[in-house]
């Protein structure tokens, strides 16, 4: 089993930055393909962003697209997300999630076996 913590969200001003975490304990890291995802208040989970086991593939939502970053450091067991030029829609609730190496179709909620518990990001205008 694979527990994800995340950390890292608050309040922020449009135009601000935060870098969300996620802390993994239980499993060998780097088996894992990670993924953000996030959930506005009234609306569905949507996908962010993903990040290959070696760290060496990177994909993004085209709405976050040039304004994120993901990484990871699999010597620490940890997932990051930097989060730039930050816009009121970007308020959500966001999850960090881990998926089995292969086959992993990378924006779907489905491909993830493990999820954290999420972490609220807040923009205001």
């Known amino acids: 089993q694979v527990r994800l913590v995340e950390s890292g969200g608050g309040l922020v001003q449009a135009g601000g930055s935060l870098r969300l975490s996620c802390a993994a304990f239980?499993?060998?890291?780097?088996?894992?393909?990670m993924g953000w995802f996030r959930q506005a208040p009234g609306k569905e989970r949507e996908f962010v962003a993903a990040?290959?086991?070696?760290?060496?593939?990177?994909y993004y939502a085209e709405s976050v697209r040039g304004r994120s970053t993901i990484t990871r450091d699999n010597a620490a067991n940890m997932l990051y997300l930097q989060m730039n030029s930050l816009k009121p829609e970007d308020t959500a609730v966001y999850y960090c999630?881990?998926?089995?190496?292969?086959?992993?179709?990378?924006?779907?909620?489905?491909?993830?076996?493990?999820w954290g518990q999420g972490t609220q990001v807040t923009v205001s205008a």
């Open positions: 990040i290959s086991g070696s760290g060496g593939r990177t």
């Open positions: 239980g499993r060998t890291f780097s088996s894992f393909n």
């Open positions: 999630a881990a998926a089995p190496g292969d086959d992993t179709i990378y924006y779907k909620e489905r491909s993830y076996d493990y």
